[in-house]
């Protein structure tokens, strides 16, 4: 019983139940996002628990000392190439392959080779496992020192890529240190030696907090990546529920929100003109030519009227064969000069089911507003204005 109370048991003991709690931070995050990365860091933290249970045993029984050191490096060196194959799908996306399973077979008669040559020294089986250890973690390193930092994982990866050179650097230095402690009994080494596992498990919460920064950042990437994606998948309906398909007109619906849009951003219809316009004998082309002549009949309306907008005026479908447009800034006098010629431009218009272009009329009515309180009336105007036109012609 005297022995649980050793320090060097003490430091290790805390350095296992350490590396259990970043094991179970481990999973728990791997629940709630699911990173393959994150799976291959997890195992590896469960295998360094268990193989600090190994050592632990070794250290306080003699009858585990072979078994417990063969746990022990098996262990380590698992977790080393775990931590390894995570940075690598991390940084570059791949995975390990079955074949790597091989690996085990050398790795463990490696293990109980040195096992048996170190025949229960300690500082033997440290010295030579400290020259071999580190260069998983210069691998790892090496790995994400490819890696093109994004603001979210940017310190995360730092703090990792840090944590990996400060653990390749702490387990180098123990091996000319327990080199020296095999031939002579140094008694501040040997106490320095003890509390190996506590610097061992700064360097490796470090690592874990890393691990953590990167995971979450790249969550936190992804869903601002997905947000941004929603947002323009909204524009795009949005856009595409103000605008008329046929024409690419505006539509009815878009008229309130078009108006509130262009007040908000200091552009509103302080003044000008409506102007009505409507399509004359639409319904008889329909009849006589089917309603892909009415279509087109539509859209050569629609790019006549275009032609006779300004930068800041806009073309709305209103209903079947029906437009509204306004002309900001205009008067009425303005708005006719523009208009009078509509009607030229739709002359010897191509129609589908005619064998010679058909000249088309449009019907025209306008009316000033000085407000946006007075344009609603302003629309009747011009409707009635269009309609007295179209008798009449």
């Not at 290790?12 to 709630?32: E, P, S």
């Not at 033997?124 to 691998?139: C, E, G, K, T």
């Not at 790019?303 to 006779?308: D, G, K, P």
């Not at 209103?318 to 009425?332: A, H, P, R, T």
Request: proline residues 4%.
């Amino acid at each position: 019983m005297a022995n649980f109370f050793k320090p060097d048991l003490i430091a290790l003991l805390v350095q296992a139940l350490g590396a259990l709690l970043m094991a179970a931070l481990c999973i728990a995050l791997l629940r709630t996002m699911s990173r393959p990365a994150l799976r291959y860091w997890s195992m590896g933290w469960v295998l360094l628990c268990i193989s600090l249970q190994g050592l632990y045993l070794a250290t306080y029984s003699q009858a585990f000392r072979l078994p417990g050191h063969v746990i022990y490096l098996l262990g380590e060196y698992t977790f080393g190439y775990l931590l390894y194959v995570g940075c690598r799908n991390y940084a570059l996306g791949e995975s390990p392959k079955r074949t790597d399973l091989w690996l085990l077979v050398p790795a463990a008669v490696w293990c109980v080779w040195l096992s048996i040559f170190a025949g229960g020294d300690v500082n033997v089986l440290f010295a030579v496992h400290a020259l071999v250890y580190p260069y998983l973690f210069f691998r790892a390193l090496r790995v994400l020192g490819g890696v093109t930092a994004g603001p979210h994982v940017k310190v995360g990866l730092g703090v990792m890529r840090l944590a990996l050179f400060l653990l390749t650097i702490d387990y180098l230095h123990y091996a000319p240190l327990r080199a020296v402690a095999s031939y002579q009994n140094l008694e501040l080494l040997n106490i320095y030696l003890d509390n190996a596992p506590l610097y061992d498990l700064i360097f490796q919460v470090m690592l874990m907090f890393g691990m953590v920064m990167i995971a979450t950042g790249r969550v936190q990437q992804e869903l601002e990546g997905a947000n941004a994606d929603l947002q323009q998948a909204r524009d795009r309906l949005e856009t595409t529920s103000r605008m008329d398909p046929l024409t690419s007109a505006l539509n009815r619906r878009a008229f309130s929100a078009v108006l509130a849009d262009r007040s908000r951003g200091g552009r509103e219809f302080t003044s000008g003109v409506v102007a009505v316009v409507d399509l004359d004998g639409l319904k008889v082309l329909n009849d006589r030519f089917g309603h892909a002549a009415g279509d087109a009949a539509l859209l050569a309306l629609a790019e006549a009227l275009r032609a006779c907008l300004g930068p800041e005026d806009l073309l709305f479908r209103w209903g079947g064969d029906e437009f509204v447009i306004l002309l900001k800034g205009e008067g009425s006098t303005g708005a006719e000069t523009r208009l009078v010629k509509l009607n030229d431009e739709l002359m010897a218009t191509p129609i589908p089911g005619s064998d010679t272009p058909l000249d088309l009329r449009a019907s025209v009515g306008v009316s000033e507003f000085s407000d946006a309180a007075s344009l609603h009336r302003a629309i009747d105007e011009a409707d009635r204005a269009m309609y007295t036109r179209k008798k009449t012609a």
